[in-house]
């Protein structure tokens, strides 16, 4: 590998997605010759990326049990042997370090505090850190840009607490999701909150960047509260959507969450 882009890394701590499967990044935290892997569903992008840019692999972080976050988990940390963080509750093969609501940990010269997002999972936790320039958050399959995951475990009332717990995070907060489902969660936002002018505008944003084969993600979370119907529960056009959705009267943000959220699983 050429000596510049060497010390393009070393200078700064860069965030790079890996592609794996459909739709899935697994992102890498770039810190000298050191990585973070999140989610490695698949060893062999992981394995690639290190090989080709020399660098060794110094930690695993894990949001949720699904095997398209965990697939390549084992294989990377036998391969690395290196600390697995992820959920508690003994039931993923290969985590070392079982992470609680509240908890931080330091890795390379990242500090990290863990949540607990459930919902999505039950086990489902997210992780964020304030040091770098920008907060970062890891929230797996909770948060997408423009949509929520959905609810294959949890309850709609879990999954509004746990974006909830997101949305207090500061507003430069960097969302790094776990998947490339932007322009499909817009398409159907924009269905539900068809005035909603800032998300208008994203989706043209949007589409310029799919159309390109770009990547739309990382997100904000300042950006996502202006586009992002599950963030936007109390928007009185998407409630009277969902209401007219399912011909009901609607008095409560969970229960538009929970209408919206199986629209969208049928959309
Ligand atoms: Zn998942
Ligand atoms: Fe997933």
Request: hydrophobic share 20%; net charge negative.
């Given at each position: 590998m050429p000596f510049s882009n060497d010390k393009i890394i070393q200078m700064i701590n860069s965030i790079i997605p890996l592609s794996a499967f459909t739709d899935n990044y697994i992102w890498v935290l770039v810190s000298g010759n050191s990585v973070i892997v999140v989610?490695?569903?698949?060893?062999k992008p992981v394995e690639k990326f290190l090989i080709e840019n020399n660098l060794s692999l110094s930690a695993i972080l894990i949001t949720h049990h699904h095997y398209d976050h965990t697939g390549g988990m084992l294989d990377l940390a036998v391969q690395h042997n290196c600390p697995v963080f992820g959920p508690r509750g003994?039931?993923?093969?290969?985590?070392?370090n079982e992470l609680s609501d509240g908890e931080r940990f330091d890795v390379l010269n990242l500090n990290f505090s863990v949540i607990e997002t459930p919902?999505?999972?039950?086990d489902h936790i997210s992780f964020y850190s304030d040091s770098m320039e920008n907060p970062i958050l890891f929230c797996g399959d909770t948060l997408f840009s423009g949509g929520c995951g959905r609810l294959f475990e949890g309850t709609a009332n879990q999954m509004y607490e746990s974006l909830n717990k997101i949305k207090r995070?500061?507003?430069?907060t960097l969302i790094y999701c776990a998947h490339e489902y932007t322009q499909s969660n817009l398409s159907f936002a924009l269905e539900i909150n068809p005035s909603n002018q800032n998300l208008i505008e994203h989706s043209k944003k949007v589409n310029d960047l799919r159309n390109r084969?770009?990547?739309?993600?990382?997100?904000s979370l300042g950006l996502e509260k202006t586009i992002n119907p599950f963030l936007r529960l109390e928007d009185s056009e998407i409630k009277e959507k969902a209401e007219l959705f399912n011909d009901i009267k609607i008095s409560s943000s969970i229960e538009t969450l929970a209408t919206i959220r199986s629209w969208k699983d049928s959309f």
């Open positions: 989610d490695p569903g698949d060893s003994n039931h993923i093969k290969g985590v070392t919902g999505h999972t039950l995070f500061p507003e430069d084969n770009e990547i739309t993600i990382p997100t």
